[in-house]
């Protein structure tokens, strides 16, 4: 399996029928080298994952999972089932939208989205939005060691004859995200919340 100097891992998987007669994905265990590490560059997760899952196209790697994300406070992801990265960090495909409240909290923007551009071009191919998660009520909550990094396309890098009306409709708000904690040295409980 060749590796490029930006993919960290690359990734299979394979179908298999469910009792139900449903096709399931299946991710297989790779046996990697030591060290190795699922860590994409933001404009990598928006052309190689998000463009293709948009056109329906199979994955590289299918090791994003799709996920209702604001169904779950971020305590609550399966983090700790993400192997192929660091420990402190998982990807979703999710929609996103403008009420971002879970059952506990919220996630808030933090300043203007940010431009990713293509490797080393100039061509933008998407934009970058960080959040940071609050336990409790807008606009009240108490800010916690929760971040997430949400990519959205740029329709522009979407080739024309490929563009459909259910793929317009898609791209302005099926989204991946990056979800990591930042450790508090000085409060080892702000990760965590029990209710």
Same mark, same amino acid.
């Given at each position: /399996?060749?590796? =490029? #100097?930006?993919? @960290?891992?690359?990734?299979?998987?394979?179908? &298999?029928? =469910?009792?139900?007669?449903?096709?399931?994905?299946?991710?297989?265990?790779?046996?990697?080298?030591?060290?190795?590490?699922? @860590?994409?560059? $933001?404009?990598?997760?928006?052309?190689?994952?998000?463009?293709n899952?948009?056109?329906?196209?199979?994955?590289?790697?299918?090791?994003i999972?799709?996920?209702?994300?604001y169904?779950? $406070?971020?305590?609550?992801?399966?983090?700790?089932?993400?192997?192929? %990265?660091?420990?402190?960090?998982?990807?979703?495909?999710?929609?996103?939208?403008?009420?971002?409240?879970?059952?506990?909290?919220?996630?808030?923007?933090?300043?203007? #989205?940010?431009?990713? !551009?293509?490797?080393?071009?100039?061509?933008?191919?998407?934009?970058?939005?960080?959040?940071? !998660?609050?336990?409790?009520?807008?606009?009240? %909550? *108490?800010? =916690?060691?929760?971040? /997430?990094?949400?990519?959205?396309? &740029?329709?522009?890098?979407?080739?024309? $004859?490929?563009?459909? #009306?259910?793929?317009?409709?898609? /791209? %302005?708000? !099926?989204?991946?995200?990056?979800?990591?904690?930042?450790? $508090? *040295?000085?409060?080892?409980? =702000?990760?965590?919340?029990?209710?």
């Open positions: /399996m060749a590796l =490029s #100097d930006n993919a @960290c891992v690359s990734l299979s998987s394979s179908v &298999h029928e =469910s009792n139900g007669g449903e096709e399931e994905e299946e991710e297989e265990d790779l046996d990697l080298p030591v060290g190795y590490r699922f @860590c994409p560059e $933001d404009d990598e997760l928006i052309t190689h994952y998000l463009k899952k948009l056109l329906g196209r199979p994955l590289s790697a299918n090791i999972r799709d996920i209702d994300l169904e779950y $406070d971020p305590d609550q992801l399966p983090i700790d089932q993400f192997k192929y %990265g660091k420990g402190d960090e998982a990807y979703y495909f999710t929609n996103t939208r403008l009420n971002r409240a879970t059952k506990h909290g919220y996630w808030k923007e933090t300043g203007e #989205d940010e431009q990713v !551009f293509g490797g080393d071009s100039d061509e933008i191919v998407g934009f970058k939005k960080i959040l940071n !998660f609050y336990w409790g009520q807008e606009p009240n %909550g *108490e800010k =916690s060691q929760w971040i /997430m990094k949400e990519f959205i396309l &740029h329709p522009s890098i979407i080739p024309a $004859d490929a563009l459909s #009306d259910s793929i317009t409709q898609k /791209m %302005g708000r !099926f989204v991946v995200c990056r979800i990591q904690t930042k450790e $508090d *040295e000085g409060n080892e409980n =702000s990760t965590r919340r029990f209710f």
